[in-house]
């Protein structure tokens, strides 16, 4: 019954002592293609002899790189993770190397200068002149049109930063501080939490020990009654990596440099160059507009919560200054959602077995995509994984042939331990004229079944799921000649656009009903549990986003001030006046705010823009009928086929009919206040 697919599945069978050398073979390959291209004479130099032959090398180096270095996340043999780890630090630094080399750039400048002097350029495509635009732009970007000496002070400047950030994030992962409470102290806590921390007796006191941790520290926020204690461990927290505070002054001043010495006003604007956003005061106009719109949501919630305060404080005989604190935020966030909604997230998990959610999620995206899943047999680099071909819905013969896709669901030692999308191979047109196809594989952690119940998984687990087969698609379906514009390949600023539009529809009360049933009784969710459900997502979401768009601003300012200043008192005070919460003693909570030395910076801003496109994709066209096909086909022809092969504005105008706009992101946050406020 079922058609041999044009292209093999991979062989998941590699050694781990065969792994070096074959990524050392590769290296020594591209290196060779490097020299050859570099030694072309400028008059030789054209489209297919250096931008089609460096793309081809692109391709054939991450189609062997990238398997190679996926098994560090997934393999259950240490070995074999250990040799894959070691190849991509093999990779990386090759590609630090082969992205300084001049010789090349200037193979790539002659080859334009002859493709626009000889009318080639007018005869390529639209995505073939892209790939020359985007190859000049990596070597102008890496500095490489730079005189010598120039070139020198930005390489040695990138080392330092690159230091700099390292020991940021050393910092921030081994921190160890302890902040220490009496039982009284720590009132409300629960008990699990306060048996996890360290007991010891101070004095005739028994005082106990809580790390700056996630598990430690959050239910002090979240529960702790008495005001003081929150007050002293949020100050505690946000005070825990002062060490970073010159690392980051530091930082910042050696990107100033480095972008006036590439030509940029700000480093904003170098970062944002090729994001959707395109520059610094753009990602300013967007985050001001924002904040305006979001403050009277925000100054609502806020007063909501500060009435709450005011009743429990005068409940318990506490003094009441009338002021709405940051370290009473989490705590009365959750007072709110348990007394308003009456929500047990154990309740509704029971509805969620994974042997359901799984294969009803894999049959909407297929109905709405029009693919189809076939799950084959073969090996893979474990015996749990799911593998699948993937064909056009009612593909007769191999030409509707799309890619193979594995599930990789279940948790075991030494395995990446979120969820995450791998696109191991993407799809392009080969030299000989045919087809590659890709290949992307999902790895997640869902329950595993226990004694008396089986998998279950929240709904934030299957909100993520969800979210995760949304890059699957995206890499399965996208169809570019080129395999750098394949797929997910896109801005960094638009990349999560798509997979946060189809959250939407684990929101949607049709599709609720559709994808539970109760582990024991079978029944779906009740209407009564999804319109709980539904209402809960926008509890609070003015405070929420206003405390994204405190980050992004602190983010985008440090990253467009011409000047040093003052980090701290402008974290301090940034947050005051954006978040809408008062501060207490001013702490340099900028020390931990790793996004910013961890590859995000100039960045922060991205997640709230991307979701402004998903509002407005689900509300345009999704909205009124989330399952019918005729509009995911509409989706996947304007979104996911042309990936990054054009500019994405050009993809969302196609898709929505016209300019995108914030109308629909708004519109969630105030529809709802309304009624979350009932
Ligand atoms: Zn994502």
């Known amino acids: 019954m ?12 590699h050694r781990p002592d065969e792994i070096g050398t074959l990524i050392k073979d590769l290296l020594a390959k591209d290196r060779s293609l490097m020299d050859k291209i570099a030694a072309l004479p400028a008059a030789e130099c054209d489209f297919q002899s250096v931008f089609l032959a460096l793309s081809e090398a692109e391709t054939d180096f991450d189609a062997v790189a990238e398997p190679l270095s996926f098994y560090q996340n997934v393999s259950a043999d240490k070995a074999l993770r250990d040799a894959s780890n070691e190849a991509e630090v093999l990779v990386r630094d090759y590609g630090v190397e082969s992205s300084m080399r001049i010789d090349v750039y200037q193979a790539k400048v002659a080859a334009e200068k002859n493709i626009k002097e000889s009318g080639q350029w007018d005869k390529l495509s639209a995505e073939e002149k892209r790939l020359v635009e985007r190859m000049i732009l990596d070597g102008t970007r890496s500095g490489l049109a730079l005189p010598e000496e120039k070139r020198n002070q930005l390489t040695a400047l990138k080392k330092e930063l690159s230091q700099l950030c390292l020991e940021f994030s050393k910092n921030f992962n081994e921190e160890d501080q302890r902040i220490t409470f009496t039982a009284k102290q720590l009132e409300g806590v629960p008990k699990d939490v306060i048996s996890g921390y360290t007991k010891r007796t101070e004095g005739s006191e028994e005082v106990y020990d809580a790390t700056y941790k996630t598990p430690d520290i959050f239910p002090i926020f979240k529960f702790s009654k008495d005001p003081e204690t929150r007050r002293k461990a949020f100050e505690g927290y946000e005070s825990r990596l002062e060490v970073n505070v010159p690392i980051l002054s530091k930082a910042l001043g050696i990107r100033r440099q480095l972008a006036s010495i590439l030509g940029y006003e700000t480093w904003a ?28 949501v925000g100054i609502k919630d806020r007063d909501t919560l500060l009435a709450l305060k005011k009743k429990e404080h005068e409940e318990l005989g506490l003094p009441f200054d009338g002021e709405f604190y940051i370290w009473d935020y989490r705590y009365y966030d959750r007072k709110f959602i348990e007394s308003s909604l009456d929500l047990d997230d154990m309740v509704v998990k029971e509805y969620f077995p994974v042997t359901v959610v799984v294969p009803t999620i894999l049959e909407i995206y297929q109905n709405l995509l029009g693919v189809r899943f076939e799950e ?29 896709c594995y599930l990789d669901l279940y948790p075991r030692s030494g395995k990446y331990s979120h969820a995450a999308v791998w696109p191991l191979l ?8 045919k087809r590659s196809y890709p290949i992307a594989a999902m790895v997640a952690n869902l329950a595993k079944p226990t004694p008396d119940k089986p998998a279950l998984m929240r709904h934030d687990d299957v909100v993520t799921f969800f979210h995760e087969m949304g890059h699957v698609f995206h890499g399965l379906l996208s169809h570019t000649k080129f395999s750098r514009f394949h797929g997910t390949s896109v801005a960094r600023d638009f990349v999560e656009a798509p997979s946060q539009m189809l959250e939407n529809w684990c929101w949607e009360p049709k599709v609720l009903e559709k994808m539970s049933s109760h582990f024991e009784t079978k029944k779906p969710l009740s209407p009564e549990l999804i319109s709980k459900l539904v209402k809960s997502r926008y509890v609070n979401v003015g405070l929420f986003y206003l405390r994204q768009v405190f980050f992004a601003k602190y983010d985008i300012q440090v990253h467009t001030s011409s000047e040093d200043q003052d980090y701290t008192a402008l974290w301090n005070s940034l947050r005051e006046s954006i ?48 399952l019918d096909s005729s509009r995911g086909k509409r989706y996947r022809e304007k979104i996911l086929v042309p990936g990054g092969s054009r500019e994405e504005l050009d993809s969302l105008k196609d898709f929505l009919g016209r300019e995108p706009n914030s109308k629909a992101f708004l519109n969630e946050l105030f529809g709802s206040q309304q009624s979350a406020s009932l």
């Open 579 to 626: 978040s809408l919460v008062k501060s207490g003693k001013p702490a340099p909570g900028q020390g931990t705010f790793g996004h910013i030395t961890g590859g995000y910076d100039a960045g922060y801003y991205g997640y709230t823009y991307s979701l402004v496109f998903a509002a407005d994709m689900y509300a345009t066209v999704f909205k009124a009928d989330p």
């Open 376 to 404: 084959i047999d073969g090996t893979t680099w474990h015996p749990e994984v799911q593998q699948f071909s993937v064909w056009e819905k009612d593909s007769k013969d191999e030409s509707g042939f799309i890619g193979y």
């Open 426 to 433: 993407p799809g392009y047109d080969r030299p000989d004229g």
């Open 2 to 13: 079922s058609i041999k697919p044009p292209q093999p599945a991979p062989s998941w069978n």
């Open 269 to 296: 604007d170098y970062v944002t160059e090729v994001k959707m956003i395109k520059n610094g005061k753009s990602v300013i106009d967007f985050l001001d507009d924002l904040e305006e719109k979001l403050r009277p």
